[in-house]
């Protein structure tokens, strides 16, 4: 499964030559060499905030207000020296991108197949009709289920996963030889992972088009660095470290930064729960149905039905970790609105024992308090106009009323240490944050009011090993100092294998299996957990 071999006589096809990129006096990317080779899969590693994606987002030339020194040379040709119009013909052409946050980049007022189709109408030059058959195709190759339905969808339609695999599909519609992939796997299953990890490596198999395609892997997925790079380079702090091939880094790492990262693991740091805790929040028979267009007589639509949740049974104790695992689609973040009184469900749902339309007025105003969500896209989660002291002690001006001015910001300065940020943010903006940064903003939001339920939908997602690993540790503290309860989605099998106490298992809406996690992961009955097992853990 290796790339073709790069010839010498070729010289490389993207070559980074001292890049610097500074805003204003800030230094994001300080000195960085590196080059690929045709057909080379490079790996970047590093920390949120680290410079990665400056990096990319400079080859491209789409960083506003940034100062850009050093060469960056695309094939030989200096690429900061060209127009705009050119730069125009090389994006989603030569060089295509695949963006961290696919909510931010798709335009929500066009469908998935529009927006696909576009990109393949401007550099191909095809019909529409032919681009349309063309997104279809692309959608079903990055592992998107009825792509024929979901090619009409827009984009608040579909899940993060989802609308991260029709970003996919869009940069690769032009067959580009140069894919800078900004973690494109982020919001993907363990299932879907390895489908477009063979698909990447298929693209540049592919003979027929005698280009070879190029990938820059952006990623803190060290999993997925050791199964598809061929060299590794580390990033800290706008620097390069350290780089060379995959087995001479996982093996031998020569800087203390790459030790550390290497070591980053999570580790199971479950406490017990006491046989009599309460249970907190339950749900018997929840089902939720969205209204969906049909196709009908003579091109005119009739109104149809989607399950998206069918029948879910569930509880969480105090002190407990309830893991919820699946595919994207599968139904997870709709289950958990449903939990949260969010989304509207047939079926019971209770919070102490009470139903939870029992709650209102001021009753219904304490449980939100009570009840807290760390939402799966940071981006869309954060208001872009408040500044962070806003943003996390919004809930204790709600729901604290008895504190005054200095005594919220005392606590959120509190909270923010907690997830690994200083004060020093607190006149900032959601904007100048990596991806990694703004999940532990919204993280601190949820935690600043001591909640007694917590609903984790995909929290560390967005963050780098050595962060996950402390925001895990984080959550286990604060869980066994007030007896949380949690409710963990995730598709990440080693991180509920660390946190949860029981996993719920979703395939098309329903829960196919549950029960205490270390007996479903060491004897799983149903086949599509053993499938999941299988791809997370390669057995």
């Known amino acids: 499964m290796s790339a073709p071999a790069v010839r010498a006589a070729d010289g490389p096809l993207l070559e980074l030559d001292r890049l610097h990129v500074s805003f204003g006096d800030t230094v994001a990317v300080d000195d960085v060499t590196l080059a690929i080779g045709r057909g080379e899969r490079v790996a970047l590693v590093g920390e949120s905030g680290s410079g990665k994606t400056v990096t990319a987002l400079s080859v491209l030339r789409l960083l506003n207000d940034a100062t850009i020194g050093g060469a960056i040379r695309f094939a030989g040709e200096d690429l900061l020296a060209k127009s705009e119009r050119g730069m125009r013909a090389l994006r989603g052409s030569d060089i295509a991108m695949i963006f961290q946050e696919p909510t931010s980049a798709l335009n929500p007022l066009y469908t998935i197949g529009e927006q696909i189709a576009e990109t393949i109408v401007v550099h191909d030059g095809v019909t529409a009709a032919e681009a349309r058959k063309r997104a279809v195709a692309l959608l079903a190759r990055t592992g998107v289920a009825e792509p024929g339905r979901r090619v009409n969808s827009y984009p608040h339609q579909l899940s993060g996963g989802q609308k991260q695999r029709a970003m996919i599909a869009m940069a690769l519609a032009c067959r580009p030889r140069l894919l800078l992939a900004d973690e494109p796997t982020t919001a993907l299953d363990v299932t879907i992972r390895a489908q477009i990890v063979e698909l990447l490596l298929e693209l540049q198999r592919d003979e027929a088009e005698k280009r070879g395609m190029a990938v820059l892997l952006i990623t803190h997925d ?64 929840v089902s939720v149905d969205f209204r969906t267009k049909l196709p009908g007589f003579r091109g005119w639509f009739r109104s149809g039905r989607f399950r998206a949740v069918s029948d879910a049974n569930l509880s969480v104790r105090q002190g407990e970790t309830l893991g919820i695992v699946g595919e994207s689609g599968s139904g997870k973040s709709t289950l958990a609105m449903a939990l949260l009184g969010l989304q509207r469900a047939q079926g019971d749902v209770e919070f102490q024992g009470r139903p939870l339309p029992s709650y209102r007025g001021r009753e219904r105003t304490a449980l939100r308090s009570e009840m807290q969500v760390v939402f799966q896209d940071p981006f869309s989660s954060l208001s872009p106009r408040h500044t962070i002291e806003r943003i996390v002690g919004e809930g204790l001006a709600l729901h604290r009323p008895q504190l005054d001015a200095d005594a919220r910001r005392d606590k959120v300065v509190a909270v923010l240490r907690e997830v690994g940020l200083d004060r020093t943010v607190l006149q900032r903006y959601p904007h100048e944050f990596s991806g990694g940064q703004r999940q532990r903003i919204a993280i601190a939001r949820a935690l600043v009011l001591e909640p007694r339920i917590l609903i984790l939908d995909e929290p560390t997602s967005a963050l780098d090993v050595s962060i996950q690993q402390q925001v895990l540790k984080l959550l286990a503290e ?42 479903i992961f060491a004897e799983p009955v149903h086949p599509y957990t053993r499938k999941l097992l299988k791809a997370a853990f390669d057995r």
């Open 222 to 285: 060290l999993n997925l660095v050791r199964r598809f790079a061929q060299r590794v380079a580390v990033m800290e702090r706008g620097k390069l470290v350290e780089s060379g091939t995959v087995d001479a880094i996982f093996s031998s790492p020569q800087h203390p930064y790459t030790r550390r990262l290497l070591e980053s693991r999570p580790a199971r740091t479950v406490t017990p729960v006491i046989p009599i805790a309460p249970v907190l929040l339950e749900a018997r028979e």
């Open 478 to 519: 604060l869980q066994h100092k007030y007896n949380l309860g949690f409710v963990f989605i995730s598709h990440d099998l080693a991180v509920i294998g660390a946190m949860a106490h029981r996993v719920a298992v979703m395939q098309n809406g329903s829960i196919v299996e549950s029960g205490e996690v270390e007996k």
